[in-house]
């Protein structure tokens, strides 16, 4: 894309990835608009743009002069049922893409989805017939109701009637910095370590034996944002769909001695059975507000802060969940992150943000 066509809009901006790519859009030099619900998002050199996206006339309207050459879907919106999930952020998709095509700017759109891809939705995980491990993007999609499928379908079908070029991007759990996000184990484990130090209690493994013991990988945000760009603006990542991991592989059973060191906390591995967080933390919520007003926390509402269910889910598994970077690396994108070194600059973020002590 020429410098003059260098126009942004992320679908998401105050997300865990969309806050990260909007912010690395701008400092690339992209005049960057960042589209949210609450138009909330602070960040350097972006310009927020709040609207509802399953309201299409207000986003129409808000879409008016963003005129952007490159869209980046990051959001999604959590429902009751895989068929809700269709509708809704099928919606969001074909709501956004729709709004901008009277102007006809778009050149490109990269959508965010996940490794759920591979794995089924929610309702169904890991019980459809699944891929083989490490997660290639060559896999058929699984004979189960997917929103992922229906938001590709939704682009794939824009691209087709408007002529851009499209790339799809399946990350696996994204280790970023957003507060009130459904999917943010980072901040998550953060909140809890805090919880677990106020009760003099150890930090404790709440997953499965299989994930204590497996391999496994996750994402930077830094790196999904990274991967969208290069695939926007290189003509060999236009119309393709691509995993995207650190590129280096663990096991939590050597990672989380690292975490307890970092939080100055014993800790204590599988033994027997998962101990959940969501068991755990039950009734949390004025423990956590004597944290935030001992150390003079800027949000005192663990709810805003900590996603049990979903570190949960990641931990939880009882099945391998691995993934294969061979066909982004043949391609040309190259980067990669250390997984420890991610969760460590993270939680040092988040602590000086002042959101955990």
């Given at each position: 894309m020429s410098s003059s066509s260098k126009r942004?809009?992320?679908?998401?901006?105050?997300?865990?990835?969309?806050?990260?790519?909007?912010?690395?859009?701008?400092?690339d030099g992209w005049t960057t608009f960042g589209l949210s619900r609450s138009g909330s998002v602070e960040l350097p050199g972006v310009t927020s743009v709040r609207a509802d996206l399953l309201e299409p006339a207000a986003l129409t309207r808000a879409l008016a002069d963003v005129r952007p050459s490159l869209v980046a879907i990051t959001a999604w919106m959590r429902q009751d049922s895989e068929a809700e999930n269709i509708r809704v952020n099928g919606a969001v998709v074909r709501n956004v893409l729709a709004a901008l095509e009277p102007a006809k700017s778009v050149a490109h759109v990269a959508l965010m989805t996940g490794l759920k891809h591979y794995l089924g939705p929610f309702e169904a995980y890991g019980k459809a017939v699944m891929a083989e491990t490490p997660f290639r993007e060559s896999e058929p999609r699984l004979d189960y109701p997917n929103f992922y499928y229906a938001q590709e379908d939704e682009l794939f079908a824009s691209a087709a009637r408007n002529r851009f070029t499209w790339s799809v991007h399946r990350s696996h759990t994204v280790i970023g910095f957003a507060v009130a996000n459904a999917m943010n184990m980072?901040?998550?484990?953060?909140?809890?370590?805090?919880?677990?130090?106020?009760?003099?209690?150890?930090?404790?493994?709440?997953g499965s034996e299989l994930q204590w013991n497996c391999l496994t990988d996750v994402s930077d945000a830094d790196l999904v944002s990274e991967q969208m760009i290069w695939a926007a603006t290189h003509p060999a990542g236009h119309d393709q769909a691509f995993n995207i991991a650190n590129g280096d592989v663990f096991r939590w059973r050597w990672l989380w001695p690292q975490l307890a060191r970092c939080f100055e906390l014993p800790w204590e591995g599988f033994a027997g059975a998962p101990r959940t967080l969501e068991s755990q933390m039950v009734g949390m919520e004025s423990t956590w507000r004597a944290i935030a007003a001992r150390h003079a926390l800027v949000e005192p509402d663990v709810g805003r802060l900590a996603s049990w269910w979903h570190s949960d889910a990641d931990l939880g598994r009882t099945i391998e969940v691995i993934t294969d970077m061979t066909k982004s690396r043949e391609a040309g994108f190259l980067g990669f992150?250390?997984?420890?070194?991610?969760?460590?600059?993270?939680?040092?973020?988040?602590?000086?943000?002042r959101l955990v002590p």
């Open positions: 942004a809009l992320v679908v998401g901006s105050t997300g865990i990835v969309g806050r990260s790519l909007a912010a690395m859009l701008s400092r980072a901040l998550t484990l953060s909140v809890y370590a805090a919880i677990c130090k106020q009760l003099g209690r150890p930090f404790v493994f709440p992150r250390s997984t420890p070194a991610s969760f460590l600059a993270r939680i040092a973020q988040y602590r000086a943000a």
